[in-house]
């Protein structure tokens, strides 16, 4: 059987129906599921929280998972409720960053290359190229380039590289002038 329906359309008393019978549905999607818990505009917080800590007593396994592969679904979901200060936030990276880490070592696995990690998301909606495959270390995934993007991290870089270029130009006259 399949659901035919959206699951953030759905409403507690659904949710809770195909939670427990999701053996019964071929198209039955945890990550679907994950995403709509913090899309779902029908439901309160308490029901979102409660739903949440009902998928997680079936599918633990697969919600630990997603700090691999959809970190920020994973942060909506575990935040749900939470009044999280930027130290909170921090922190909860960390956490994410190190049990990645851990994951990534016990399966063996050497590349990241799946999830969140193998798509192009520069951050701006209407980036023409969202979506896009791409392949982890490649010069398209490294600079973004996409209309609108500015890349921070080649910004900063070349901002280093233009004080370096002051701080040796200052040198370089000093040393000449001493040379007079």
């Not at 959809?70 to 960390?94: C, F, H, S």
């Not at 070592?105 to 190229?129: A, D, L, P, V």
Request: aromatic share 12%.
């Amino acid at each position: 059987m399949e659901i035919g329906k959206q699951f953030n359309s759905l409403s507690f008393k659904e949710y809770q129906f195909y939670i427990e019978n999701h053996k019964n549905y071929s198209d039955f999607n945890t990550l679907g599921l994950y995403r709509s818990i913090s899309e779902n505009e029908k439901l309160s917080l308490e029901e979102k929280i409660k739903v949440r800590d009902l998928a997680n007593t079936i599918f633990q396994k697969t919600f630990d998972f997603l700090q691999v592969k959809d970190p920020w679904t994973y942060i909506k979901v575990e935040a749900l409720g939470l009044e999280l200060t930027n130290g909170d936030k921090e922190q909860m990276w960390r956490k994410i960053r190190k049990y990645q880490e851990k994951i990534l070592r016990e399966k063996r696995i050497r590349h990241q290359n799946f999830g969140e990690y193998s798509k192009h998301n520069c951050g701006y909606e209407t980036c023409s190229m969202n979506g896009i495959m791409i392949k982890q270390g490649s010069w398209f995934a490294e600079y973004e380039m996409c209309i609108g993007n500015i890349n921070k991290y080649i910004q900063k870089k070349k901002s280093e590289r233009r004080k370096s270029d002051r701080k040796n130009e200052t040198q370089i006259i000093k040393k000449e002038l001493d040379l007079e």
